[in-house]
């Protein structure tokens, strides 16, 4: 999938990760203790990672920037750099490493400032990994279940909003793969589920694009089982909720072996079922 929607937020985060490399090393300071033990400066270890973002070496800015947390892990750039690591990793594609580290991050930090972008930003891991609606759906659900927290904890936030967009997103996409499957079974002649995949999608995604056609197939589905009543009862449905659909006249259509768009009052007829 795209990274549509979020160039924005790598702005920001880039911007953040600017003014804390320019305001805020010089005042970092560190124990007798830790000089006694540190091998690398950590302003030098977080600028090397910090530059290697900027050249897009992303792999290479996430372990720089894990190496500032395992030199310097009780300073203040050590909670900066496991977001920017997760950041740098998910830059390059490594989502099981963004989401590790992400996790990790949650965990010790449940009440950071940046704590609404590492659920998002774990959110966009998993959507980003939603595949072909012919193959495992795993994906999809998770990044469903991701962006529903981001929604549920940080509903102020710009995060917040994108997130709602997805939802809908990754809902059709779920939708479309019970379509997909329920064309497999209906293409096999094996009716029942077809009607059965159908049925899912009007009854729990029922706000996709996909209901209209679901519909249709279900008529398709009843007539080649002979069920005549329950074909006009999905196509009555069909006309009253989708009555412009193209789905709408082939269902009318198959009823009625009349090619043309149905007209009022002929459309009454599959009505007055209810």
Request: proline residues 3%.
């Amino acid at each position: 999938m795209s990274k549509t929607g979020v160039g924005r937020i790598r702005r920001t985060v880039a911007g953040l990760a600017l003014v804390w490399a320019t305001f805020g090393l010089a005042g970092c300071g560190s124990s007798d203790d830790d000089k006694n033990y540190v091998e690398t400066p950590v302003e030098q270890l977080y600028n090397r990672a910090l530059d290697d973002l900027g050249r897009q070496e992303y792999k290479k800015a996430a372990k720089g920037f894990e190496e500032v947390d395992r030199q310097h892990p009780y300073s203040v750039w050590a909670t900066k750099a496991q977001i920017m690591a997760a950041f740098a990793y998910y830059e390059s594609n490594k989502y099981d490493d963004a989401i590790i580290a992400l996790d990790r991050f949650i965990q010790l930090h449940p009440g950071h400032r940046d704590l609404a972008y590492a659920y998002y930003l774990k959110a966009l891991c998993y959507y980003e990994q939603i595949s072909d609606v012919g193959r495992d759906q795993r994906a999809t659900q998770q990044a469903l279940e991701a962006l529903a927290e981001v929604v549920k904890r940080f509903s102020g936030s710009p995060y917040a909003r994108d997130a709602r967009l997805k939802v809908e997103l990754a809902i059709d996409h779920l939708a479309g793969k019970e379509m997909a499957v329920g064309r497999y079974y209906q293409s096999n002649q094996q009716y029942v589920g077809a009607i059965n995949r159908y049925r899912v999608v009007i009854e729990r995604y029922q706000t996709t694009t996909h209901v209209p056609e679901a519909l249709h197939r279900l008529v398709e589905s009843y007539l080649a089982l002979g069920v005549k009543t329950e074909a006009q009862e999905s196509a009555a449905v069909l006309g009253y909720n989708f009555p412009g659909s193209e789905w709408y006249q082939d269902s009318y259509f198959l009823m009625t072996g009349e090619g043309q768009r149905p007209p009022d009052e002929k459309s009454r007829w599959f009505f007055g079922l209810f």
